[in-house]
């Protein structure tokens, strides 16, 4: 039987997006030399960019507010209105970007399904298509790695290589979608350049594991980020003294990359656990960084009644509709925490099919 802790504390599993800055980006915000980003003199923001270049092996960065800003300007950048994008068919540009791609870069996407998100560089050689007057110009490949929808799944870097050579081959550009590019890079224990390497551009957040408050930043070469910036300023994403959020961003990249092993090492408990739960279906293999998705349809639920159930105890979870979950693991969450949220999927699985013998 758990025990419904006593507690305004709400153990929060939908992302890792919840994560709060830490004392020291606190402390770096108030100290943080500030001035106009617009005019490019943000000292702060210029060494952020810097940094972030360096560290993925690219020539210039771009700061901006959001990954989901990063990925369009990057799409922008890439291409001309009526151009079509391959992309895997769960990709996040695709699902959860409300449609910008196509609202404002005006490109259709050609999808290609990966196995749990990874791609198969055969099946898109198959999906590149010749220059011919009836069809749209494929002018970009882009990849997301760890793939959200996919379960949070690294692609090597053999893979990543595989494919931006299809692309050279071809003439195409090629974008990362690499918002947990340092999950992949733990992972598969390289370092994130290796992963960066065959990319024209990458966009990593800020604002997920590595728990600054705000910001994604776009890498690519100078003259890539040059005309990148032009976008974002088009797009309103433009920022005046944005040093306070660059100040966080850069103690993210200093001291809060290795400490995400252990939001692995806690996501591998929590499936593990989960997977003994009868009742309960999950692909184990999928759980290679810090994403777990499982399946409740087995017990009689459907993801909202689950998550209504979850609540009474606390727990907070998002929705992979009809039947599925996804929990989080990130700084806020304890090994401890997952102990006790087992508990209690442990005890509404018993309680659900014990109901249904009756
Ligand atoms: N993902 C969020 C939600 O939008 C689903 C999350 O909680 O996982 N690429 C990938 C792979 C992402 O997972 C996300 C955010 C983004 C891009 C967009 O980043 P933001 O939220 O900063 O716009």
Same mark, same amino acid.
């Given at each position: 039987?758990?025990?419904?802790?006593?507690?305004?504390?709400?153990?929060?599993?939908?992302?890792?997006?919840?994560?709060?800055?830490?004392?020291?980006?606190l402390?770096?915000?108030?100290?943080?030399?500030?001035?106009?980003?617009?005019?490019?003199?943000?000292?702060?923001?210029?060494?952020?960019?810097?940094?972030?270049?360096?560290?993925?092996?690219?020539?210039?960065?771009?700061?901006?507010?959001?990954?989901?800003?990063?990925?369009?300007?990057?799409?922008?950048?890439h291409?001309?209105?009526?151009?079509?994008?391959?992309?895997e068919?769960?990709?996040?540009?695709?699902?959860?970007?409300?449609?910008?791609?196509?609202?404002?870069?005006?490109?259709?996407?050609?999808?290609?399904?990966?196995?749990?998100?990874?791609?198969?560089?055969?099946?898109?050689?198959?999906?590149?298509?010749?220059?011919?007057?009836?069809?749209?110009?494929?002018?970009?490949?882009?990849?997301?790695?760890?793939?959200?929808?996919?379960?949070?799944?690294?692609?090597?870097?053999?893979?990543?290589?595989?494919?931006?050579?299809?692309?050279?081959?071809?003439?195409?550009?090629?974008?990362?979608?690499?918002?947990?590019?340092?999950?992949?890079?733990?992972?598969?224990?390289?370092?994130?350049?290796?992963?960066?390497?065959?990319?024209?551009?990458?966009?990593?957040?800020?604002?997920?594991?590595?728990?600054?408050?705000?910001?994604?930043?776009?890498?690519?070469?100078?003259?890539?980020?040059? *005309?990148?910036?032009?976008?974002?300023?088009?797009?309103?994403?433009?920022? *005046?003294?944005?040093?306070i959020?660059?100040?966080?961003?850069?103690v993210?990249?200093?001291?809060?990359?290795?400490?995400?092993?252990?939001?692995?090492?806690?996501?591998?408990?929590?499936?593990?656990?989960?997977?003994?739960?009868?009742?309960?279906h999950?692909?184990?293999?999928?759980?290679?960084?810090?994403?777990?998705y499982?399946?409740?349809?087995?017990?009689?639920?459907?993801?909202?009644?689950?998550?209504?159930?979850?609540?009474?105890?606390h727990?907070?979870?998002?929705?992979?509709?009809?039947?599925?979950?996804?929990?989080?693991?990130?700084?806020?969450?304890?090994?401890?925490?997952?102990?006790?949220v087992?508990?209690?999927?442990?005890?509404?699985?018993?309680?659900?099919?014990?109901?249904?013998?009756?």
């Open positions: 039987m758990v025990l419904v802790i006593k507690m305004e504390i709400v153990i929060d599993l939908r992302s890792d997006t919840v994560t709060k800055p830490t004392e020291e980006m402390q770096a915000i108030a100290q943080a030399p500030l001035g106009d980003d617009c005019s490019g003199e943000d000292p702060t923001v210029n060494h952020l960019e810097a940094l972030a270049a360096d560290k993925l092996g690219k020539e210039a960065g771009l700061l901006v507010p959001s990954g989901t800003m990063g990925n369009l300007v990057s799409v922008l950048t291409t001309r209105h009526g151009d079509e994008v391959i992309m068919s769960e990709c996040h540009i695709y699902y959860y970007e409300a449609g910008n791609i196509s609202a404002i870069a005006g490109v259709i996407p050609r999808f290609v399904k990966g196995h749990n998100g990874v791609l198969d560089p055969d099946d898109i050689k198959d999906a590149v298509r010749e220059r011919d007057l009836h069809y749209p110009p494929t002018t970009l490949i882009t990849m997301e790695n760890t793939h959200n929808r996919g379960g949070g799944t690294v692609t090597s870097v053999e893979l990543c290589n595989a494919v931006c050579d299809i692309a050279k081959e071809r003439g195409l550009g090629t974008h990362l979608d690499g918002a947990r590019i340092f999950n992949a890079g733990l992972a598969l224990g390289v370092e994130v350049k290796e992963i960066a390497e065959p990319f024209d551009s990458v966009m990593f957040c800020l604002s997920k594991g590595l728990s600054a408050p705000v910001g994604s930043v776009i890498v690519g070469s100078s003259d890539f980020i040059e *005309r990148a910036r032009k976008y974002r300023k088009m797009l309103g994403g433009g920022m *005046r003294q944005a040093g959020i660059a100040a966080a961003g850069i993210a990249l200093e001291t809060m990359i290795d400490r995400l092993e252990e939001d692995h090492v806690n996501a591998r408990y929590l499936g593990e656990g989960l997977a003994l739960i009868p009742g309960i999950i692909e184990l293999e999928t759980v290679e960084t810090n994403l777990v499982f399946d409740v349809g087995n017990l009689g639920f459907n993801s909202i009644s689950f998550r209504n159930e979850l609540q009474k105890y727990v907070e979870v998002t929705l992979r509709p009809p039947t599925g979950i996804r929990m989080v693991t990130h700084r806020h969450i304890s090994r401890e925490n997952i102990s006790y087992l508990g209690v999927i442990e005890e509404i699985a018993k309680r659900c099919i014990k109901n249904r013998k009756l």
